[in-house]
């Protein structure tokens, strides 16, 4: 076996697991969930049978990772977030063929608390709040907050809050990594520390 699992996890037959992941206490991963390498799943998680998740992604204690889920490389999942795949659930009508697609880019965190409500995007490198709740595409490197959540800043790749306005034309060097992010109207892009 090329990856730890904790005695008390299950992992049904069919689902893959990337080498050097972490399956910790009680964790219940579903046949033909795909999980790539160096990834980390917490105590109590679970997971769907159609999930995608990529290298080297931690999910936090209490997370439930639902069909129809994709989580780019380095995605942070922080403890008891909550996916959804149904948009308007009844318990009395069968609606699992009315799964919406989520996408959680590259190295996005999701804080603690947060519910991503389906059909949307969480942009690359993204940062979204403990308690949030998000009902609308992130775009990349955005900050949200609040219930519903609102876009309050930029972050960097590092994981720093950036001194840029919401929306205009700017331009900002990461102390940490030398890199460069600006600003063209309500899209930020980095720029290599070379360029």
């Not at 009680?26 to 290298?55: E, T, Y």
């Not at 009844?90 to 991503?116: F, M, P």
């Not at 609102?150 to 331009?171: A, K, T, V």
């Amino acid at each position: 076996m090329s990856f730890y699992q904790h005695p008390s996890a299950i992992v049904d037959d069919g689902a893959q697991i990337g080498e050097g992941s972490r399956i910790w206490h009680f964790v219940h991963i579903c046949g033909g969930a795909r999980i790539g390498r160096g990834v980390s799943l917490g105590q109590n998680v679970f997971v769907g049978s159609k999930v995608v998740i990529g290298d080297h992604c931690k999910i936090q204690n209490n997370v439930s990772v639902y069909d129809n889920v994709t989580l780019e490389e380095g995605v942070f999942c922080g403890p008891s977030m909550v996916f959804t795949n149904v948009y308007n659930p009844r318990s009395l009508i069968e609606r699992k063929d009315q799964y919406r697609d989520t996408l959680v880019k590259k190295g996005a965190t999701l804080g603690a608390n947060c519910t991503i409500v389906c059909g949307i995007t969480v942009g690359e490198f993204a940062f979204v709040g403990a308690g949030a709740m998000v009902n609308k595409d992130v775009p990349a490197y955005a900050l949200t907050v609040g219930v519903p959540a609102r876009q309050i800043g930029w972050m960097s790749e590092f994981g720093e809050q950036l001194e840029l306005p919401l929306q205009g034309n700017g331009e900002v060097v990461c102390e940490h990594t030398a890199a460069r992010y600006v600003l063209n109207g309500h899209q930020l892009v980095k720029l290599d520390a070379t360029a």
